[in-house]
């Protein structure tokens, strides 16, 4: 079972800056594994990337995602402040799903 | 639309049991496999279980193994986890999401609460 490791814990920036959020793999994954989520206070967690870098359906373009092998990155080209929330890599395996821990995006 | 609610959360004493429940409506439930996802207070998300479209392939988490059972029921849409000797440590707003690699539809959760 991999373990994904997500940095940094928080990231302090302002709307229009750009943010690179990274996800570490514990063994190498598949691509079509990896997935990224953003989860706002109180709200369930909403699918933004999977596949490693294919963007759901209604996600904006300032939303990327690249990596493969044991490191993952999403990227957010210009924040919105909508983007301000906590986002989550996850990993699924034959028998099981992971999280990471998650990093913060506050202004 | 495609939806997911949850229900049946509440509070339990250590080594309680509780059955919790999704409901799906707006596509066809019988096609897609259906996670449970915990979130403890102030903490991240933990994969809790799955279950595969026709029943045929169910996992657990580590933690859970043992003590919690997933099921469901195609012809009605819904989904169960039933919970035994739970632990202050379950306390967490659990979510149904649909997915197998990923998972693209969540409920709003519901509560459970353990404590004595």
């Known amino acids: 079972e991999s373990v994904l490791t997500q940095s940094p814990g928080t990231l302090s920036l302002s709307p229009g800056e750009g943010a690179t959020l990274s996800c570490r793999a514990s063994q190498s994954v598949r691509s079509t594994y990896i997935s990224w989520y953003q989860q706002k206070p109180g709200q369930a967690p909403r699918l933004l990337i999977y596949y490693t870098s294919t963007r759901a359906a209604g996600i904006p373009d300032r939303f990327s995602g690249s990596g493969s092998g044991t490191d993952f990155t999403l990227t957010i080209s210009r924040l919105e402040p909508e983007d301000f929330a906590v986002y989550y890599c996850q990993h699924y395996d034959t028998s099981s799903r992971t999280f990471g821990q998650g990093t913060k995006v506050e202004i | 639309e495609e939806r997911l609610v949850e229900s049946g959360g509440g509070l339990v004493k250590p080594g309680g049991s509780l059955r919790v429940f999704c409901e799906g409506s707006g596509f066809t439930f019988s096609s897609y496999s259906i996670n449970w996802v915990r979130q403890a207070p102030g903490k991240g998300l933990e994969w809790v279980a799955c279950?595969?479209?026709?029943?045929?392939?169910?996992d657990y988490a580590d933690s859970v193994k043992g003590r919690f059972t997933i099921a469901r029921d195609n012809a009605n849409y819904s989904l169960s986890l039933q919970m035994n000797s739970l632990r202050v440590e379950d306390t967490a707003v659990y979510y149904c999401a649909r997915g197998e690699l990923n998972m693209d539809v969540w409920g709003k959760g519901t509560t459970v609460t353990v404590s004595s």
């Open positions: 279950v595969s479209s026709g029943s045929r392939d169910i």
